[in-house]
């Protein structure tokens, strides 16, 4: 049993940045870590997870919470894999992010030394990948919002809307696609705050 | 409902270094941000809350989960505040240290604008603090684990390890002092690890 | 006698942010440390040294710059206290900062091993934070400067103004009260660079 | 014809950092750009090219420099693809990696806009992988030089040996095995350097 | 012979800002290394060495891109010697800047420790700084490319246009002076761009 | 009379790195600005003087800390101008920078807009350059001093005690020739807590 790994792993996506931001545009010194990102993803998980209940929907926090905290474990092994590169090989990228992805994951579940513990997180990840279950739904809502939030604190640090607009356009999108009625709601208080002040204007 | 306080309140711990680790003599560009800290706190407690079940002893994970996720949302209002400096105040630091906190944390809970959520919070902050359910020491135990970790990661980049000598210690005394079975066991798996490597030794 | 723990004290002020700037949505990687804010302070209260004296005025300027090289000294220990969370307290608040600030001050005068020495700083320290006589209104007027110059520099690596409207306006506001004659008149110098360039315009 | 395209792939490179490093444990703060790299790996093919030559063997070294230059391009787009993932998916890996860059490469190459510049831009990149001709070779050693004295760099801001050592055998058994004499003796200075201080012992 | 200083040289040009950037307002986590530049001014004087033989211009790409490589190689002894600051020397500035830089030169290239080596990159210098040939003034137009790509980046970043438009003009000029006719092609292009957002508009 | 030229100079220096350290190998985001150490040498000053007086020797410390605080003001204009590359100018080399940074303060001077304020600040320039009275003296073994705590500092990131040894040892005999006595007595302190550390020992 070599927990050590799974530990180390943990660690190092304080170190990871999120690419994506690069591909951007965005500065090295204002890229956040894939650590940063995760911890925000669980918290908003965790509010609409409380949302969704109080409207009434029966949603298991626990299975929530557990892929929020897993759900970009792989990337301290792959890195951020930036969707840019994999469009360079047309179908097959996204097939291929997948592939990658799951070899990393089984590496880490691996070397948790116990197979009903990989099984389990193994498990999870999957859940969140197939994105069916509504838990799964939230963790998405949650990534998606995260994204809009940073979006709206790099706008705060000067870089101007046309870099991130199509980012924000596609993630507005996607959050109004989803079927977590809470995350619309959240959506709508992002937006307004982003209309608000005419600096946050994404046009 | 305000709800975009609460967001404002967790993206904002990107942006706030560890301050402790400043007093360690760190420099800032090596610090991790709240952020990085609580997402190791939550992956580390969801390895010990499995570790646990495991043993045989029931957790509530999604209790322990809530708990990670929220126990230092404070710090984006009050910031990391130094233990040094309550200590120049005696014996009434650390009761100051909890008043201010627990201030703040009045104030994010109340921007929830729901009672049942803004309640739900406080008593998952109380449960931490109060340190008596298995659900809150498995918490504190990754608090602790991943401050372990994050001093090897300082080892590696080359700090001295008299710099972090006395936090270790008194770190691992604590882990040690946990009822949380599975802590214990990750805590040999670590300090092995810091032998190994002759680097590691923190003497 | 241990003049080591002045010196260190002094050398940590150049690690130490100046923790308000995160408040207003600055990146890490944009905020000063004390250690150069203090620099700024002692210059720009060395000018308005020079400058009353034209004026006619009786100034001590060995005062003025023993107060303005130790005003945030503390700090060291206490890092920059955010007024923010002190108001979670409510009036309590701001006696508290004092209160901590001192206590960490006394900690600092004491080790300089001499209580000659150790009483002249306490008393510099303290002609500062009563702020009557006309050498601490120079620092307190110079202090407030270079926060006005601060944030004509974040403006010009693209901060939008809204973010830090409020501290100029308040800190403004502040110059525009002092006695001090040509702290207004720098005031005027800095608020009409301000305007001229547009991109300045604090709205 | 959009040249523009080219040339923000030029410019990207000084954004985008070495990957590989992060996976060695350095500190973000510390990892070279892309664009450093490449600059180095152009300088010493340079010396290298002049020190074949007057050892009698004939080098174009027009040939040398452009594939230089370009070698890592296509990391605009990919960024550094750190081998370790590709570990991951055993033998497939490589190959993969080989396909992902041919594909962001020709995508670079076809925006110059012209068939002749693209068709040569793109036999330098083949020539380059290849690794047959003289030219070739000597970037090849010129790159694994380049990572040689970045290793050195970080030994001397204080990473202990044991997180290099690894990559500097493998990096200096590569130059060992190079057909380019000029290298060798290149090598046996960086190494006698990293012997004499007993700091840089890489053991 | 002593070729580790040579090395040296080379890699230290990765941790040299571009102080010119300082002097122009640019926070020092947004200054790219004179490395970052010197790769950038390789890759745009390759294109435009292409561009040109197109044109039926006979260019030796061999001194383009030795020139290219090492045009700022002084720089690692004298840092990036900011115009500024020799301004204050009034007409004896840009001899003494010549002066240093020969200087320093000269200490590199007579650490090769070879006659010949040396008097042929004394001579590239030489060629570069006398900027008669076209191979010259390849280079220094795409020396100038690359400061107003980097303005463009800096605009990107939310750097106010005021910063950087006397630098962007004057940039501009020398380019529309240049012999080089692809340059004139390449600059229409990046003037486009910048027209294109209104962002980018340099006013 | 335009102050805004003076304050921003002041400013500047918060952005402006000590580039001395970078010679040293130093990683650029462990350098200080050079805002940083002039406040340190400012507060050692004012330490210096009052143990002086307290010896009995008479010190005017108003002179003392005007001096120290405008010792570097120049460097917002030349930048921090290594004495590494004068050396290429041989004997000329000091004169030189003497002459570069006089011509600099002439023109900060200039724009004070008054002749009493220029002269003033002139003299006190001139004074500190020369190093004759004993509140020169303290000035400069304060600058001293905190280039031997700085160095203290690195060794504490974890660089390695040769690439600062011979500043360490070319400073200590700097302070060790200074007439101050108490500056002698400082360095015993600084440099018991060098050899107390293990770590610290600059051999």
Same sequence: chains 1, 2, 3, 4, 5, 6.
Avoid at 130 to 151: F, G, K, M, W
Wanted: hydrophobic share 40%.
């Amino acid at each position: 049993m070599n927990l050590i790994t799974f530990l180390s792993t943990v660690i190092t996506l304080k170190r990871i940045p999120r690419s994506g931001w690069i591909t951007h545009g965005v500065s090295l010194s204002d890229v956040e870590s894939v650590a940063d990102h995760t911890f925000s993803t669980c918290a908003i998980s965790l509010l609409l997870t409380d949302l969704e209940r109080k409207r009434g929907v029966r949603v298991n926090a626990e299975q929530v919470l557990r892929m929020a905290t897993l759900h970009d474990l792989a990337e301290a092994l792959t890195f951020d894999i930036s969707k840019s590169y994999l469009s360079y090989l047309g179908e097959r990228g996204s097939a291929l992010k997948h592939e990658i992805e799951h070899s990393a994951w089984k590496n880490i579940a691996g070397s948790l030394g116990s197979a009903s513990l990989s099984d389990g997180y193994t498990r999870s990840q999957r859940q969140y990948k197939r994105n069916v279950t509504v838990e799964a739904q939230i963790v998405h809502a949650a990534d998606s919002i995260d994204i809009l939030l940073q979006i709206l604190e790099l706008r705060r640090r000067g870089y101007p809307s046309y870099l991130v607009k199509d980012l924000w356009n596609e993630t507005v999108k996607k959050v109004r696609d989803t079927p977590v009625r809470s995350a619309k709601h959240l959506l709508r208080t992002v937006t307004r705050r982003g209309r608000k002040a005419a600096l946050y204007s994404i046009k």
